[in-house]
Every structure is written in structure tokens, then in C-alpha cells.
């Protein structure tokens, strides 16, 4: 890769260029010229510092990742050129500076379009050359809180009961609508269109990505032609304190399993409702069958075994697979399933209820991983014991409690009614800010916006349901005054959900050989730019006996039947199992979207 750079600190007045090379266009001059004048946009004034870099021959940060929740849409070119710009501004009124990068595609490859990328767990995405595949200009901010550096968690508190409200709003949605807004001004300019000219803009991301992506839609509606948001984390308190729910499950009912016991639960509640989908391929695509029709005490008595290993815990709990994952030590593991083990792993699957017997929150599907159980060996006990999972703990601890601790330190003295009351804590607390669960996307909707929205039905960090949950509220809130079968005609004109049969957190499943999306950019550029509406979401089997098979996956409150163990299914209504998906709170006295 080679670059050559050019910085400027001083003021200057340079014509807009309209020229086609790179070597015309990266320049701070031409950049200069084309910085919106401050007042332009509303709340942000540039700040002089700027600088450009001609980049040659360089990759493209690749979408799939778990941060974009899917695979790239092919192209000729496997190497970009791209200017790199590096800009600066200040929130009027305020001595604070936001840096934001963007990513140029030369003009030969500039397709007309703008492209956001999610990041993951706490952090922002980093990288700005997202877009360079698709011809699109993207960009990444730091925040105002070096988030190029720093995750949210670590700058959410100045100190013990001081939250940082600046950093929680640039997180939780204006940093990325910002850089969206101001980065579609400077394309414009870059490329010599007009000021009113269209850009196509979209964003891709999975998990907190997910959630970002849903800010995005919420808040600046206007600005987004396609949006892919994959397994939210949004209502953001419920699901981080939901993390902790397990742990709490083991502490309370004074049983901690090892984890091979569960495994064994899970392996064999994927074993036996593997079929009842009506086709045995490893894969429960009907979770909702197998909570109507199997009984988890059934498995109590049968053996387990697992071999002695060093054991890598969840890190920040997302599937086994995220950064700042540690290793710990496991003996070798034998013995039969017992009725405390069924026990624990039924109430989690059944999900948070207060001590009255009010619902408080949903839970995973059954059959998914129940990574967040997980406990830790002791070698000097001989004993198994409870582990807090940092991803719920950093919450309480940090955003809850206001408190600068990495993790909660014990569950002592705690009940399901404590978890209910950090819940409804951080909801009050960041209702407009991190929870990201508004449901009017009228917005967006009248803008002409379209929502590509997924999830693994066999998640074990984010529940499938909770997506569920939300695209009911939006239509129940946005078609309160049609017919059911009226508003699912017109929300898949432009809000189109599906359930990955089997998957995990935005992505496949070791447990469950199922399919994945691999093309999701590709769809949705089809369905903005040229009106190609999907109605079934393309996905591929990636390992196991169907592997390389092409499933087109049934749009939500539609799901897969197979007949006779055939190689085809049915997309079908089912009363009964969207029942199974639907939930209230009523341990919250006002509505949970």
C-alpha cells in the first residue's frame, strides 16, 4: 500500500474542483473548498485541522464480520484506491472537538454512495473503508471520546456517581448521524454534484452494530436509504442485566452445574427437536415446536462427558468468539444429567419473573447455548462455582450502580426482584439515549427507507425474541388502525424481519450446521436503487450434511416446515407458535417496546 500526505492548519479559499483523478481530488485545497460553511449544519462547526492521504492498492474492510452481519458483494476488484480525509469540528457552543475519517473511492469507482458500518460490544467502528467495495464513501468518529482508542464503558463515568452524558449520547446514536450528515455534505462536494444531489446511504451492522443501526433509523430516519441490522442489542438495560439472569438462577436455586451437564441439555433438546421442523439436519429451525412439544426433564439420567481442556470463558458473552476472551482450567467432566441441572436450565429458558410470579423479560430460545450459566472450576475447592458474566456485571456495576468497578463482585443477598429493579434503573436512566427501542419509524418509513432486520434464531447473547418483540411493537404502534394481514402487506413494503434458523450471534452455530446470509448489502442495494423488493432472505449452509445448499428463509411471522425430510419447505402461518414468540412485561408498570 502507498500513500503520500498533505496537512494544513490554516484557513484557506480554494474554488471547488471538478476534476476526475485522484491526484486532483485528495487534496486539502479541494477538500477545503467543499467543508460545509459552519451553521450549515445544525449544531457543528468544522474546525480548521484537515488533512488528506492518497491511498493505493488497498483492502477494503470486509463486511463480513461480525460487526456488518454479512458477507461482501463480489466485485472485479480485490484492492482500492481511496483519499483518506480526516476532519474535525466542535459542537457549537462547546470546547470539545469530534475527529472523523472518511474513506473517498476514487472517482472512477465511486458509485454514488455512502455506507455506515456497526461496530460491537462497546465500541464504535474504527474503520473507514467499509464502504470502498460498494463504490460508497464511508467514514468513522471518534466520538469526542477517542473511541478510536477507548470503548464507551471505559469513559461512561468521570468518576464514582458522574456520568459522562456527552460520551453516552455520541455512543448511543449522535456520533454516527453526525458523521452520516456531515459526511454525505463532504461527498458531494468531493465528487462536484450538487448540494441537493441524492446519495444512496446504508448501514450494516450486527449486535451492539445491530442496535446502532437501530438508532440510526430512529433518530435520523431522513438520512438512510437501506439499513441491515442484525441481532440488536437494543432495550439496552434488559439485556445487559439479563446476562447476569443465569447466574442469578444458580445462586438462587443453590445449584451450580458444570458445564458439561448443560451442554448435555443442550445437545440433547437440539437432538430430539432437530425433527419436528420435519427435516433431521442437526437444526431446530422451529424453536417454537420445541417449546410447545418437548419437556427438558426428559433428558435427567442420560450420561455426559467432557475432556479435560483449558477452557476460554465468553469474554464481553458473545458466542465464545469475542475479544478479551480469558482461559481457565476444566477437569474432565463425567456423570448423568440431574434434576437441579434440568431445573436451573428450565428456569432460564423460561425467563426472568419477579418473586410474585411477574414477567419481567424474555429468554433465549430452548436449545440455544447457555453460555452465560457457564461456571468456574476451582482447583483448590474441587467445587464448581458461579461465575458473573462481565457483559451484565460492567453494566450494574458501571452504568447502575455509577460505580468504577469492572464487574459486579458477588450476587450475595440479590434476588430476580434486584435484577428487575437494575432493569428498570437503566431504562428510566438512558430511556433516551442506550435502551434505542422507539417504535414509530415513521420517519424513515415516508422517506422511502428500507429495513433489512435478521436474527440467529439459537442466539445465546441477544435472544431472538427480543427482535420479535420489537418489530411487533413497531407494527402494532405504526398500523394500530388496519388489519393484521393489512400491516404485514405494508410493513413488507419496507421493514422485512427474519429468523436465521439455528444461528448464534450474528453468525453460524458449531451446535447447529444452519444456514447464514451471505449477501445482505447486495439485496438491499437491489431493493433501493432498483425496486427489487425480496420476499424470502437468500442464506447458505456452511458446514454439516447440507453444506453449500441454498435456503431462501421465510419472512417473519412466516416459518419453515419441511415435508417427509425433502430438500424443500414451506413458508407457513402458525397461531400457536408466534404466540410462543409473544410477551408482556407486567413486573414494569409502562410499556417495554
Same mark, same amino acid.
Given at each position: 500500500m502507498r500513500h503520500t500526505r498533505n496537512t494544513i492548519f490554516?484557513?484557506?479559499?480554494?474554488?471547488?474542483?471538478?476534476?476526475?483523478?485522484?491526484?486532483?481530488?485528495?487534496?486539502?485545497?479541494?477538500?477545503?473548498?467543499?467543508?460545509?460553511?459552519?451553521?450549515?449544519?445544525?449544531?457543528?462547526?468544522?474546525?480548521?485541522?484537515?488533512?488528506?492521504?492518497?491511498?493505493?492498492?488497498?483492502?477494503?474492510?470486509?463486511?463480513?464480520?461480525?460487526?456488518?452481519?454479512?458477507?461482501?458483494?463480489?466485485?472485479?476488484?480485490?484492492?482500492?484506491?481511496?483519499?483518506?480525509?480526516?476532519?474535525?469540528?466542535?459542537?457549537?457552543?462547546?470546547?470539545?472537538?469530534?475527529?472523523?475519517?472518511?474513506?473517498?473511492?476514487?472517482?472512477?469507482?465511486?458509485?454514488?454512495?455512502?455506507?455506515?458500518? %456497526?461496530? %460491537?460490544?462497546?465500541?464504535?467502528?474504527s474503520d473507514a473503508t467499509g464502504g470502498l467495495q460498494y463504490g460508497a464513501v464511508s467514514g468513522a468518529t471518534d466520538a469526542g471520546y477517542d473511541a478510536f482508542d477507548y470503548s464507551f464503558d471505559e469513559v461512561v463515568l468521570y468518576g464514582n456517581g458522574s456520568i459522562n452524558w456527552d460520551a453516552t449520547y455520541m455512543f448511543s446514536?449522535?456520533?454516527?448521524?453526525?458523521?452520516?450528515?456531515?459526511g454525505k455534505a463532504l461527498t458531494r462536494g468531493f465528487y462536484g454534484k450538487s448540494s441537493d444531489a441524492k446519495v444512496y446511504t446504508y448501514y450494516e451492522g450486527c449486535s451492539d452494530g445491530g442496535r446502532e443501526g437501530m438508532s440510526q433509523v430512529q433518530r435520523y430516519g431522513d438520512e438512510y436509504d437501506g439499513a441491515i441490522t442484525g441481532a440488536p442489542a437494543f432495550r439496552h438495560s434488559q439485556q445487559q442485566v439479563n446476562h447476569l439472569f443465569p447466574a442469578e438462577v444458580e445462586y438462587t436455586l443453590d445449584y451450580y452445574p458444570p458445564p458439561c451437564e448443560l451442554a448435555k441439555i443442550v445437545n440433547a433438546t437440539i437432538e430430539a427437536c432437530d425433527p419436528l421442523d420435519g427435516r433431521t439436519d442437526g437444526v431446530i429451525s422451529r424453536t417454537d415446536l420445541c417449546m410447545l412439544n418437548f419437556d427438558l426433564s426428559s433428558v435427567i439420567g442420560e450420561s455426559y462427558y467432557c475432556a479435560e481442556q483449558n477452557y476460554t470463558s465468553l469474554g464481553f458473552g458473545f458466542s465464545k468468539r469475542a475479544d478479551g476472551s480469558t482461559t481457565s482450567y476444566q477437569p474432565a467432566q463425567n456423570g448423568t444429567v440431574s434434576k437441579e441441572g434440568v431445573a436451573v436450565a428450565q428456569a432460564i429458558y423460561n425467563g426472568l419473573h419477579s418473586t410474585s410470579g411477574e414477567r419481567a423479560y424474555l429468554s433465549w430460545q430452548i436449545g440455544s447455548e447457555l453460555s452465560d450459566a457457564d461456571t468456574t472450576y476451582n482447583s483448590?475447592? %474441587?467445587?464448581?462455582?458461579?461465575?458473573?458474566?462481565?457483559?451484565?456485571?460492567?453494566?450494574?456495576?458501571?452504568?447502575?450502580?455509577?460505580?468504577?468497578?469492572?464487574?459486579?463482585?458477588?450476587?450475595?443477598?440479590?434476588?430476580?426482584?434486584?435484577?428487575?429493579?437494575?432493569?428498570?434503573?437503566g431504562m428510566v436512566r438512558y430511556l433516551d439515549s442506550l435502551q434505542t427501542t422507539l417504535p414509530d419509524l415513521t420517519t424513515f418509513q415516508s422517506s422511502g427507507g428500507k429495513l433489512l432486520h435478521y436474527h440467529g434464531e439459537s442466539d445465546p447473547s441477544v435472544p431472538a425474541a427480543s427482535s420479535v418483540h420489537y418489530w411487533q411493537a413497531v407494527r402494532s404502534i405504526m398500523y394500530s388502525d388496519v388489519s393484521y394481514k393489512k400491516s404485514l402487506e405494508e410493513m413488507q413494503d419496507w421493514y422485512q424481519f427474519y429468523l436465521i434458523p439455528g444461528a448464534a450471534h450474528c453468525g453460524s452455530n458449531s451446535l447447529q450446521p444452519g444456514p447464514y446470509p451471505e449477501n445482505n448489502m447486495e439485496i438491499m442495494i437491489d431493493w433501493v436503487e432498483n425496486g427489487v423488493k425480496p420476499s424470502r432472505l437468500n442464506a447458505t449452509v456452511s458446514s454439516g450434511t447440507y453444506e453449500g445448499e441454498t435456503q431462501m428463509l421465510c419472512q417473519w411471522p412466516k416459518r419453515p416446515l419441511w415435508k417427509d425430510n425433502s430438500d424443500d419447505f414451506e413458508c407457513v402461518s402458525d397461531a400457536k407458535s408466534i404466540e410462543t414468540w409473544t410477551y408482556s412485561f407486567p413486573a414494569f408498570k409502562v410499556p417495554v417496546y
Open positions: 490554516a484557513m484557506a479559499t480554494v474554488g471547488a474542483a471538478s476534476a476526475k483523478s485522484m491526484g486532483d481530488v485528495c487534496t486539502v485545497s479541494h477538500v477545503r473548498s467543499i467543508l460545509p460553511t459552519n451553521g450549515t449544519l445544525l449544531g457543528i462547526d468544522l474546525l480548521p485541522s484537515l488533512t488528506t492521504a492518497s491511498v493505493y492498492n488497498a483492502s477494503s474492510a470486509s463486511s463480513s464480520s461480525a460487526s456488518a452481519g454479512g458477507m461482501a458483494m463480489g466485485g472485479s476488484s480485490s484492492s482500492y484506491d481511496y483519499c483518506n480525509v480526516t476532519v474535525a469540528y466542535t459542537h457549537t457552543g462547546k470546547n470539545d472537538k469530534v475527529v472523523v475519517k472518511y474513506a473517498f473511492p476514487s472517482p472512477s469507482e465511486f458509485k454514488n454512495r455512502f455506507y455506515v458500518a %456497526g461496530g %460491537g460490544g462497546y465500541s464504535l467502528s446514536y449522535q456520533a454516527l448521524g453526525e458523521m452520516t450528515k456531515l483448590d475447592t %474441587g467445587k464448581w462455582e458461579l461465575t458473573i458474566q462481565s457483559t451484565g456485571g460492567v453494566f450494574v456495576a458501571k452504568m447502575v450502580e455509577l460505580l468504577q468497578l469492572d464487574n459486579l463482585e458477588s450476587l450475595e443477598n440479590t434476588t430476580y426482584d434486584t435484577l428487575i429493579q437494575w432493569m428498570e434503573t
